[in-house]
């Protein structure tokens, strides 16, 4: 039996065209998940593996919808071929296991690349929005644009925010510890630590 699987991360996102794909295909069901992809413990996932059985072939359109941890992905791909359960993803036809019947080895080598390829490719892309990142706070400075990590209790800030920073303040003044006003406000030591300099300087507290 041939079995699609399609995800997306909320209920808002809409499955639709990966559903069309799959059945395009020919799978003759399809589960759909509407749920972030980050592991396997996924509810949809995980009734759809309960049903899978010998010689089935569960289809994906592509490894994103499969998950997106690398070694969870290789991992679940290995306990599944283990069983026999062919796996297909349509936007990479490379990874069919039912291609490397006869070629002994040779399905787990072209898995095995293509795998080590994804990550270059992930890792890639992770420096490149941090390099990116980087010039633009580099340029923004430069212009005079740049005025950091914004805190979100100061004295100009407003509605909520307002309040818990002039709580922060009453305790201060009023000699209460820390570790109480931390309790009592959730806000963190280091910001706590902020607005009491900012109190003792007389200095307007906008945050760093």
Known sequence: MMIGYASVSTEEQNAARQIKELYEYGCEKVFVEKQS?????????????????????????????????????????????????????????ILDTRKYYELEGV???????????????????????????????????????????????????????????EEVVRLLKAGAKKVVIQEKTNVSRPTINKIEQQIKSGEDFKGV
Do not use: C
């Open 37 to 93: 992809g980050k592991g396997f413990e996924r509810p949809i996932y995980q009734d759809m593996r309960e049903k899978l059985r010998f010689g089935d072939i569960l289809v994906v359109h592509d490894l994103s919808r499969f998950g997106r941890n690398k070694e969870a992905i290789r991992d679940e791909w290995k306990k599944l071929t283990d069983k026999e359960i062919d796996v297909v993803v349509l936007n990479m036809p």
């Open 107 to 165: 399905g787990q080598l072209v898995t095995d690349l293509v795998f080590t390829l994804l990550s270059w490719v992930v890792e890639e892309e992770r420096n490149r929005i941090r390099s990116a990142q980087k010039e633009g706070i580099e340029m923004a400075k430069k212009k005079g644009l740049y005025k950091g990590k914004q805190t979100k209790y100061h004295k100009n800030a407003k509605g909520t925010d307002k309040l818990i920073y």
